[in-house]
């Protein structure tokens, strides 16, 4: 069974960082796309964060350009997925995901295009 599973999550005072990982097991994600949803609560899943397989094209939403950055590295047996979240806001707060898509081509910011997800972590941010 695919996983896709988020560590890295917790809760941080505004203006405070933290690093979100995903990692992999049973399939090797290297010629997906991957991306980051979130979720707050009572919310709709909004687009974060999107990158082509090669880690070289990228996509932000609006509201973290300049504070959140993305990073995959396909390495031999595994892929390093990576969001850096920087001056969180209380606006951050939810639960974000990490997902794969089979067409790598390029980032896309549509959920309907990953394939597969994960359970999430929660971040949380406190003014």
């Known amino acids: 069974q695919v996983e896709l599973v988020e560590s890295g999550g917790g809760s941080v005072q505004t203006g405070d960082s933290l690093r979100l990982s995903c990692a992999q097991s049973?399939?090797?994600?290297?010629?997906?796309?991957m991306g980051w949803f979130r979720q707050a609560l009572g919310k709709e899943r909004e687009f974060v964060a999107a990158?082509?397989?090669?880690?070289?094209?990228?996509?932000?939403a609006d509201s973290v350009k300049g504070r959140f950055t993305i990073s995959k590295i396909n390495a031999k047996n595994t892929v390093h997925l990576h969001l850096q979240m920087n001056n969180l806001k209380p606006d951050d707060t939810a639960v974000y995901f990490c997902?794969?898509?089979?067409?790598?081509?390029?980032?896309?910011?549509?959920?309907?295009?990953?394939?597969?997800w994960g359970q999430g972590t929660q971040v949380t941010v406190s003014s």
């Open positions: 997902a794969a898509g089979r067409d790598g081509s390029y980032p896309s910011t549509l959920s309907r295009d990953y394939e597969y």
């Open positions: 049973e399939h090797l994600f290297s010629t997906y796309r």
């Open positions: 990158t082509s397989w090669t880690g070289y094209t990228t996509a932000y």
